[in-house]
């Protein structure tokens, strides 16, 4: 009978010991899920922040971009408009030497022609 007893404590005794394993087994899992869950928030911010970093940096570029084209544009323009106003001034100075030869000439014909009226 003592030996039936001493069987059924040291039964209940590794029962309690398999029973404080086992709590600690579970403690120590629910600290490996927290920690994981720990570094993956902390990762998952990291990334977040990471994409939050490269969109304000994509959109500075695009900015930046934005800015050159406009920049590349107005001077393009201005170009354009200087390359319009010197083609219209040489036009007015060809006309304008034009008419001058016309006069020129004229004149030329009229004088010639006072010569001849005088030669006579």
Do not use: P, W
Not at 44 to 63: A, G, M, P, W
Not at 70 to 94: F, L, N, P, Q, S
């Amino acid at each position: 009978r003592e030996e039936y007893y001493q069987d059924l404590r040291n039964y209940e005794l590794k029962i309690e010991q398999d029973r404080k394993e086992h709590e600690e087994d579970l403690r120590s899992y629910e600290r490996k899920i927290e920690q994981d869950r720990k570094a993956y928030e902390e990762d998952r911010r990291n990334y977040e922040f990471k994409i939050e970093q490269d969109r304000k940096e994509h959109e500075e570029d695009l900015r930046n971009y934005e800015r050159k084209i406009a920049r590349v544009t107005k001077e393009k323009e201005r170009a354009v408009r200087d390359y319009e106003k010197a083609a219209i001034e040489y036009e007015c100075g060809r006309k304008a030497q034009a008419d001058e030869i016309a006069r020129l000439r004229a004149e030329i014909e009229r004088l010639k022609g006072n010569s001849e009226n005088m030669d006579k």
